[in-house]
Every structure is written in C-alpha cells, then in structure tokens.
T-cell receptor, first 114, second 113 residues
Framework: KAGVTQTPRYLIKTRGQQVTLSCSPI?????VSWYQQTPGQGLQFLFE???????NKGNFPGRFSGRQFSNSRSEMNVSTLELGDSALYLC?????????????FGSGTRLTVV | AQTVTQSQPEMSVQEAETVTLSCTYD???????LFWYKQPPSRQMILVIR??????QNATENRFSVNFQKAAKSFSLKISDSQLGDAAMYFC??????????FGQGTRLTINP
C-alpha cells in the first residue's frame, strides 16, 4: 500500500513568484491536512480538506490556499512568495477527518525562497 | 487555545538504555487524543504511539510506552532498550476533534553507541 506522496521533494523559488505543491493521500483516505514546519515556529496547521471541502483553516494569510480533488488528491498554492515562506510543507492523510488513529504523513516538500 | 509543551529540546541516551521524553499540554476539553510522532532525517513524520484520553490504561507499542497522567496533563514517552534507529526528532501532539492536530516544539533524541 503506497504511502502519502508529496511532489516535488525540493523546490527553489524567487521572492514574488507563486508555487503549487501536490499531495496524494493513501488510497481510501479522504481527509488531507497540510502543515508548515520551520525551525522557529515549529509545526503549524495550514488547512484540512475532506470530500473536496475545506474543513479547517489555520492562521495564515490569504496568499496560502488549497484545494482537494474528487480523487482526494490535494494541492496547496502560495502566491507572492516571501523569504519567510521557506519551510518544509508536510501533507497528512486519514480515512476520516476526526480519525482517532492519527494521520499518516508524507515526506514533505522543502521550499526555499530566495 | 490548546498548547503542547516539550521542555527538553535535546536528549541523549546510551544504546540499550531507557530514556523518557516529557510532554505536557493545556486543554479544557475532556475528550481528546494524544500522539507521539518520530521524525528521522528522512523528514517523514511517523506515528509512534497514541492514547485516547478516556482510557486510563497507558498505551504500549513494543519498546515504546507512555505515562499518561490526565489530571496533571502530562504525556511522557518511554523508550526501552534504545536502538541507533531511534535517533530522531520526537513530537508530542494533541487533538480534540474537530480541531486540528497541535504539536509541541520537539525533542531531538541522540543515541550514543
């Protein structure tokens, strides 16, 4: 059974550009969450999707957006990139949004903004 | 807002010894879940163990066990017979549905051969 797949693994972008990150959840998992991980702020919640609907949103500016497709795959987009957006972006999936079994995480996309 | 605190930024232990990682949390909820995740250099967060708040019995998974003290809001992880492959960042996390998973700042565990 394939795990959570995130692409690309690494990304370098210039300030002001936009970027799209992709996440394919485990087969059968319909809930997808995104987290930003930085050395200073730790792991911060971005958003959660279930059945193509955003269920929860973290405290991030509107430059951060996401969506989920009918096959449960999810994308997140960051527009007008800033240096502070450099981080590891982790995607996690679960069968249901409130699963007591926790999430299965991907290996993340390392975004560097220069 | 719920918060999770890991007071030990770094810990080290000799191979085959036992180590305990500390975690405390703050919540007014009565129904919630607690987790320990491991993040090796590969970056993937791996679920180590979980605990439902309504269960008094401490969870155990092979060499990993927790000491869950609900009244004290404490959730420590004990790793027995430490192995080199246990070296990683360990994150304590809390969730009270439908809210998001909240993580602590992490503890870097080093295993000395």
């Amino acid at each position: 059974k394939a795990g959570v797949t995130q692409t690309p693994r690494y990304l370098i972008k210039t300030r002001g550009q936009q970027v799209t990150l992709s996440c394919s959840p485990i087969s059968g998992h319909r809930s997808v969450s995104w987290y930003q991980q930085t050395p200073g702020q730790g792991l911060q919640f971005l958003f959660e999707y279930f059945s193509e609907t955003q269920r929860n949103k973290g405290n991030f500016p509107g430059r951060f957006s996401g969506r989920q497709f009918s096959n449960s795959r999810s994308e997140m987009n960051v527009s007008t990139l800033e240096l502070g957006d450099s981080a590891l972006y982790l995607c996690a999936s679960s069968q249901q949004p409130d699963s007591p079994y926790g999430y299965t995480f991907g290996s993340g996309t390392r975004l560097t903004v220069v | 807002a719920q918060t999770v605190t890991q007071s030990q930024p770094e810990m080290s232990v000799q191979e085959a010894e036992t180590v305990t990682l500390s975690c405390t949390y703050d919540t007014s909820e009565s129904d919630y879940y607690l987790f320990w995740y491991k993040q090796p250099p590969s970056r993937q967060m791996i679920l180590v163990i979980r605990q439902e708040a309504y269960k008094q019995q401490n969870a155990t998974e092979n060499r990993f066990s927790v000491n869950f003290q609900k009244a004290a809001k404490s959730f420590s992880l004990k790793i027995s017979d430490s192995q080199l492959g246990d070296a990683a960042m360990y994150f304590c996390a809390y969730r009270s549905p439908p809210q998001k998973l909240v993580f602590g700042q992490g503890t870097r565990l080093t295993i000395n051969p």
